[in-house]
């Protein structure tokens, strides 16, 4: 893999925003996607992230059982008390609690060793639009003779398609997906009706309203839209962890407990997203070539050790920080990097630092997607700085013809 | 190949668009005019007149149809219908069809597709070929009544229309329930993902 500097298309602002994506400078005047680079991978790298991703899945997979059949929630930092939504969900997670998708964050140079997941978006990953429909219009005007890492919109239909099919009254149409974020919010209004988009081309009825909106029934423990009508498929991009302890959370687990509510992603998801999730990982499965010492403390690191502290439910590489640790885990000196941010008040966990693929001061994190189980897209975020955050660069990529 | 044939782009018009394939730019060029005068701006008339027509007979196609207009209506919105076969025949057997309120409109390898879009007077999106007069949602409650206003307009990347969808008249909407408080962390904290 390689860093490849380029000219940007011709009204390269024009081109993104005839293609509903006007979010492609941040509010400072900065390039949030930037084409004048792209990372050009061969076939043989692309199989090699994709197998990493779908093996990390699967572990994950495991641990989320792991956490569900002995209850240790605490350790992945969720009450006891969401346990029946979590439960109940993940028995059905084959069929009618199926997962949509995920994002992981892959930390890889495409030499030496093999790629290491840094963590897996597993509940709202953002740049689904960026990944799946701007970089590859950018390829098909820029060099349609070559290939890309992105069937992420094929999967995503074919995953609502499934859906369908678990869900008569869906395939019918006789009950429709609600589709809800907080409004306004221009970005994740525009990946709603992205996921909306999709979900119409697979053949359903479908509603976007704000999260705001959304009203509970005391008498019928049912969930209502704003004309009133009640939600049986709630696809919300918006964090689990976050609904359960606003004013109706309880109802909310409630109702999905009993299937009164179907979520997207269910509620089985919320573990998954946890940053504790890769403790877990690692404890299940020490030395594994594509993950990183990982831990609830930070006292199990050999003395001189880089590493990595992230909040447990943290969001968009806010309050990390990055420090080499004393023999008996105390940070040296001061901190390597480190980000501000909200999250500061539920637990932290404590990752091996490995770089990131670097160019002239570029630093990529890998997004890989995945379509339930099944990997199906890339993503790159840069950034000048080692953590990367909401505001670091969108960078397109291609597969070299061979 | 690793990557999809086509992807849908997130142009939806507030009235028809037309997606027009660009002989001279290439098959792979796909531009939007949002009304045939912004069309014969750039192009021939002949040309623009051409697209429309193939833009309105994939909408009479594909639209979902009515015995007659209060069906329709009831379902869509009102003053949201039109007959389908004007000017065919002698306008015996009417059916109407919801008036088309946007396309999907895609990008594919060999150039591009536009997919209507309709909604009913919930904000219920159906995309095409759908025939929403066989599977019809729970009828709307109307036990508490208040007054808000319609939209017809529609901003590029987004289905969010509060109220009726295609109807400048008020609309209903119940107040059953309690406002069940979602939104209220990710408010105070500026949330996008992660």
Known sequence: MERVTTAPRPQWQAKLDEIGFPFHTDADGTAYWDESAYWRFSLAEIETLEEAAEEVYRLCEEAVGHVVSRGLYEAVGLPRWAAPAIEASWKEREGRDMPLYARFDFAWDGKGGPPKALELNAETPTSLYETAVAQWCWLQDVHPDADQFNSLEEALVERWQARMQAFPALASQAEAVHFACLMPHPEDEATIAYLQTLALRAGMTTKAMPIQAIRYDDSSGCFLDDAGLPIRHLMKLYPWDWMIREETGRELVTAAAQGRIRMIEPAWKMVMASKGLFALLWELNPGHPNLLQTALDRTGFPAGAKVVAKPLLGREGSNVSIATLDAAGLPVGQPIAQTEGPYVDEGWVYQSFTPLAESYGNHAVLGVWMAGDRACGLGIREDRALITGNTSRFVPHLIAPS | MKRSRTVAALLLGGISPLLFACGEDGPEEATVYPSIEACTAEKPASDCAEAFAAARQEHLAGAPRFSNREACEAEMGDGACTPANEGVGSGTGSVFVPALVGFMIGRSLTGGYAQPVYFDRQGYARSGNTRIAETPLPPQRRDEIRQGSGGV??????????????????????????????????????????
Do not use: W
Not at chain 2, 153 to 173: E, H, L, M
């Open chain 2, 153 to 194: 307009a529609s901003s590029s990347g987004s289905y969010y229309r509060p109220g009726s969808a295609n109807s400048g008249k008020s609309f209903t909407v119940t107040t059953s329930g309690r406002s069940a408080g979602f939104g209220s962390t990710g408010s105070s904290r500026g949330f996008s993902g992660s």
